[in-house]
């Protein structure tokens, strides 16, 4: 197993098409997803998840990643990276060395689950976000880091996901399709809201939520039988955003375009406390 990334395949698809504000289809960049093992961004983002404050509580953060609670609260309480830097390394090399080969079975699985989705998934989501893809210069390109620790980590500003290896079939399109298209949201807010209108944080809830009706489209959902396609965050690890899902809901459903209804959207959660999204209930 190499320290840096192992990379084995690359898969792309025909350009795709989203709609454009007049309804009429513009063509848009190939979409291109790549899966690779990369130790370095597992040990990097494993200290930054655990060493701030998440929406989802350091226990439950801690469990999904198959970490001790008392090892958590070490990393989250270090003043600094370096205090933590040996124990981190010690972690990741242990789990490195009990599941290397497990990751690459799980990379090559990822790629061949994704074959005859990734088309049909890149279509329904820049129609329904009327948006063509980000970082299309000179394709798509996102990366998905199959992790050791992460069941689901996404990327606000990039273009670099990452999800566990070890979770099951219908996860590993499903959540793997959650990351990407909160992403994409995320970028497609921050096109229209600057940071000094709308923190980073708010624009995260408003991905999360959106990735979720997104993902319900029944042209998808035979690739993630059984995922709950309402109440999503009630049972899951943000059940603080239950209230707001069930507020934005119906502005998504009746929206007459994907910028009106993330304008709408915005509006609405200025007017809520951040601390109420973000922090989990004990």
Excluded at 52 to 68: Q, T
Excluded at 128 to 150: G, I, R
Excluded at 208 to 224: G, H, K, Q
């Amino acid at each position: 197993m190499t320290r840096r990334a192992i990379v084995c395949g690359i898969m792309a698809v025909s350009a795709c098409a989203a709609a454009a504000p007049a309804g009429k289809p513009v063509p848009c960049p190939a979409l291109t997803l790549r899966f690779i093992i990369d130790k370095d961004y597992d040990t990097k983002t494993l200290f930054s998840m655990l060493h701030h404050d998440d929406p989802a509580g350091l226990a439950s953060r801690s469990a999904a990643m198959g970490l001790d609670k008392d090892f958590a609260r070490r990393i989250h309480d270090a003043p600094d990276h370096a205090s933590v830097s040996a124990e981190l390394t010690r972690t990741v090399d242990a789990r490195y060395a009990q599941v290397g080969e497990a990751l690459e079975t799980a990379r090559e699985e990822y790629e061949k689950l994704w074959g005859p989705l990734v088309g049909l998934f890149s279509n329904v989501i820049t129609s329904t976000t009327q948006h063509c893809w980000f970082h299309s210069a000179p394709a798509t390109l996102y990366t998905d880091v199959v992790s050791a620790f992460h069941p689901g980590l996404s990327d606000w500003y990039g273009n670099t996901v990452a999800t566990k290896y070890d979770l099951p079939e219908a996860s590993k399109r499903r959540i793997l399709a959650h990351e990407i298209v909160l992403s994409q949201v995320f970028h497609i807010v921050r096109k229209y809201h600057p940071r000094s209108e709308i923190s980073d944080w708010k624009v995260w809830v408003l991905s999360e939520l959106t990735a979720v009706w997104i993902l319900s489209d029944p042209r998808l959902m035979t690739y993630w039988p059984g995922f709950p396609t309402r109440d999503y965050f009630a049972r899951s690890n943000y059940p603080q955003l239950a209230g707001v899902e069930e507020e934005l809901r119906p502005v998504f459903e009746r929206r007459a375009g994907f910028r009106a209804y993330v304008d709408e959207a915005v509006a609405r959660l200025q007017k809520i406390d951040e601390g109420k999204l973000t922090k989990r209930p004990s």
